[in-house]
């Protein structure tokens, strides 16, 4: 592990709270959520702090909290919680995406055209794949299946090379 890494793991680690206030403007009063929607690029900002903060807080629980076997919940589903959190409080949805291994959870499949055609970017080793239509900037990152991951994810591999799933992440913007 990297110590770029490391420094980021250690935000990701002193709070999930802190994703919340990363989606929110900084300059509106704290504890409101109704100020002015982001344009695209701060909206593209915002996407991707999210995502590298969820990718490297699902890589830390696993490593250090989750013990395959004890009857312990799943990293993946423990966060659905927060990002349900996350859209009742901030608007902003974020959803888990299957890429290559199979579904764990058949709700993480694509479901609509800009997820597939995200799925197929991912796949391909693209870093991000963006959107901006209907007043919502949606963005797409990957999330490395790394070798621990795939005796779940996919089973009946023929090799132990990393896979890929992804994060949606759906915010809000000003209307053109
Ligand atoms: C012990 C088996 C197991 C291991 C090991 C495991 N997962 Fe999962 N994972 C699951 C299950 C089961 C789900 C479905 C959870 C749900 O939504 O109910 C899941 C769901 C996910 C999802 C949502 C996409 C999907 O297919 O539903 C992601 C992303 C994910 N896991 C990432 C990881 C990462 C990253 C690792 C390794 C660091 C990992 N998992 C290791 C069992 C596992």
């Not at 799925?119 to 999330?143: N, S, T």
Request: net charge negative.
């Amino acid at each position: 592990m990297t110590g770029t890494t490391l420094a980021r793991l250690m935000v990701a680690g002193s709070a999930l709270t802190v994703i919340a206030a990363a989606a929110l403007a900084l300059d509106e009063p704290p504890g409101k959520t109704t100020a002015a929607r982001p344009s695209v690029a701060e909206a593209r900002q915002r996407a991707k702090l999210l995502h590298g903060v969820i990718h490297d807080t699902l890589q830390v629980v696993h490593a250090r909290y989750f013990r395959e076997g004890d009857r312990i919940p799943i990293p993946a589903a423990s966060l659905d919680l927060v990002f349900q959190e996350m859209e009742e409080r901030d608007g902003v949805a974020v959803r888990w995406l299957v890429v290559d291994g199979k579904a764990m959870n058949i709700d993480n499949n694509p479901q609509d055209d800009f997820e597939r055609a995200a799925a197929k970017a991912l796949a391909a080793g693209e870093d991000a794949h963006e959107a901006a239509v209907d007043g919502a900037y949606r963005f797409a990152g990957p999330i490395t299946l790394g070798a621990d991951c795939l005796k779940c994810h996919l089973p009946s591999r023929s090799s132990n090379k990393s896979r890929t799933a992804g994060l949606l992440i759906s915010i809000p913007i000003e209307k053109p």
